[in-house]
T-cell receptor, first 115, second 109 residues
């Protein structure tokens, strides 16, 4: 399968714990995006990378959230000191170049439940 | 502030009916508009629209963009139960997609 992959698919954690998610983009894509989606809402942009550089981070993103893409390939999203409000589906998407001709392709998501 | 409004939010029709889903948007530095279909998983890409008035078609689905009126529609003809999903409109600005809340479409057999 050459699509976007995410691990784990599901994560249940207790409030206050740290969690880390991984995203492997489509191999030739240089842009990688993270989104969060809650029930009844469209995906909400969190941050994105071009190669290893983090180009933009949502103003809504708490300091407890951090993302990396150290070698310009896979990316990790870490949430520290999780809160119940962090429960959501975390989606990763990748694209080839950016610009008007670009399309983002999504992974299956990681569903986080914070108890 | 960027805004994407989809209507209706929810729609229930019978198999075989034709539906039209609407999307109005206000985004700065608009580049393109994307439509996605989301079932119980991640969104899957349907269309990307960059020019006004040029209809994109894929089987029973079609879409068109009006950049002057800041509006797009997605049509589905001869609907099937497999079309039941949430349809997301997503303007692309500065390579960042802004999603609407989606239209939840349910097709009755």
């Amino acid at each position: 399968d050459t699509g976007v992959s995410q691990n784990p698919r599901h994560k249940i954690t207790k409030r206050g714990q740290n969690v880390t998610f991984r995203c492997d983009p489509i191999s030739e894509h240089n842009r990688l995006y993270w989104y969060r989606q809650t029930l009844g809402q469209g995906p909400e942009f969190l941050t994105y990378f071009q190669n290893e550089a983090q180009l933009e981070k949502s103003r809504l993103l708490s300091d407890r959230f951090s993302a990396e893409r150290p070698k310009g390939s896979f990316s990790t999203l870490e949430i520290q000191r999780t809160e119940q409000g962090d429960s959501a589906m975390y989606l990763c998407a990748s694209s080839s170049m950016g610009g008007a001709a670009d399309t983002q392709y999504f992974g299956p998501g990681t569903r986080l439940t914070v108890l | 502030e960027d805004k994407v409004v989809q209507s209706p939010l929810s729609l229930v029709v019978h198999e075989g009916d034709t539906v039209t889903l609407n999307c109005s948007y206000e985004v700065t530095n608009f580049r393109s508009l994307l439509w996605y279909k989301q079932e119980k998983k991640a969104p899957t890409f349907l269309f990307m629209l960059t020019s006004s008035g040029i209809e994109k078609k894929s089987g029973r689905l079609s879409s068109i963009l009006d950049k002057k009126e800041l509006f797009s529609i997605l049509n589905i003809t001869a609907t099937q139960t497999g079309d039941s999903a949430v349809y997301l409109c997503a303007p692309n600005r500065d390579d960042k997609i802004i999603f609407g809340k989606g239209t939840r479409l349910h097709i009755l057999p």
